[in-house]
């Protein structure tokens, strides 16, 4: 299996559509790497599917690396993408660039995500320059789901339609290699996906996206605390590890296990140091 690139992940737009995934660790990373999925996402989701928090905005540029450099242990071929996390690119432009350089060179990505449209395409045009690949991120953004009134479908009126196509456009325009759509109507989705040279990648904004990604703990059905509309859940793991679990407890209590096959045998007579 070939390496993945971002220029392999720009050639696809229009030819093949693009998977990608979340991964926060190497043993997962791993799994994901050999289905052939595409992108793996470190995302800051993290923060609250696996850390415990109850939004992404706490997640460090410390946790972040930490994750990012495992699943690049875990993952030879799919493309590493870190997310940017709330203040580590607000700042300044000379900032982002500084924390860019340390993702790639501490975690091993092949690139960064941030959240933003023509608000943060200094701060995109400084990372490419500084030969950090940019993927963009419109329509819900969850750093700032705050200012947008809550995790609420995005670009429903014409207005804001017109503000996330100019927002696409500029951030082709600085540089990105590929933008996230989330939560956005399936044909607003189309005309940004058709409009800009680079691929789309739709979270919650239909079918017309170059690629779609999903957080894949919600995919397995592991971060069963909500499940967002957008989610296909292609198994149900959480219950089947209560159940897993709750059976290594009873049997433990019930001194069921371990049994003779999960133990060990000597030849060797132990007997006479019972009393030593």
């Given amino acids: 299996m070939k390496k993945k690139t971002v220029r392999d992940i720009a050639q ?3 030819r093949e559509k693009i998977a990608m995934l979340t991964a ?13 999925i595409d992108i793996l996402l470190v995302g800051d989701s993290l923060g609250m599917v696996v850390l ?3 939004s992404t905005v706490p997640v460090t540029m410390e946790e972040m690396l930490h994750h990012v450099a495992a699943v690049r242990r875990g993952s030879p071929n799919a493309l590493v993408i870190a997310d940017m996390p709330f ?4 700042v300044s432009p000379e900032q982002a660039v500084a924390n860019g350089i340390r993702f790639m060179k501490e975690g091993g990505c092949d690139g960064v995500k941030v959240e933003g449209g023509g608000d943060v395409c200094a701060t995109v045009q400084a990372l490419v320059r500084a030969g950090v690949p940019v993927m963009g991120h419109l329509g819900v953004t969850p750093q700032t789901a705050g200012l947008l009134g809550g995790y609420r ?5 014409r207005e804001a339609a017109r503000r996330l196509l100019a927002d696409a456009d500029l951030l082709a325009r600085a540089g990105v290699f590929s933008i996230v759509l989330e939560c956005i109507p399936e044909e607003l989705a ?3 996906t ?6 789309t990648l739709g979270i919650g904004a239909g079918i017309h996206c170059d690629g779609q990604v999903l957080v894949t703990n919600d995919l397995l059905g592991l971060f069963d605390r909500f499940t ?31 049994g003779p096959e999960h133990s060990f045998s000597s030849d060797t007579d132990f007997s006479d140091l019972a009393g030593t």
């Fill in 52 to 54: 415990g928090y109850e």
């Fill in 12 to 14: 696809m737009k229009g």
């Fill in 228 to 258: 967002p509309h957008f989610v296909k859940k292609y198994l149900q793991l959480a219950p089947m590890i209560r159940e897993a679990v709750s059976g290594f407890r009873d049997d433990v209590r019930q001194g069921a296990f371990p």
């Fill in 153 to 157: 479908v995005q670009g429903r009126s």
């Fill in 194 to 199: 058709e409009r800009v040279p680079v691929p």
């Fill in 190 to 192: 189309r005309l940004i």
């Fill in 87 to 90: 203040g580590s690119c607000q």
């Fill in 24 to 36: 926060y660790d190497a043993a997962m990373a791993g799994l994901l790497d050999e289905c052939g």
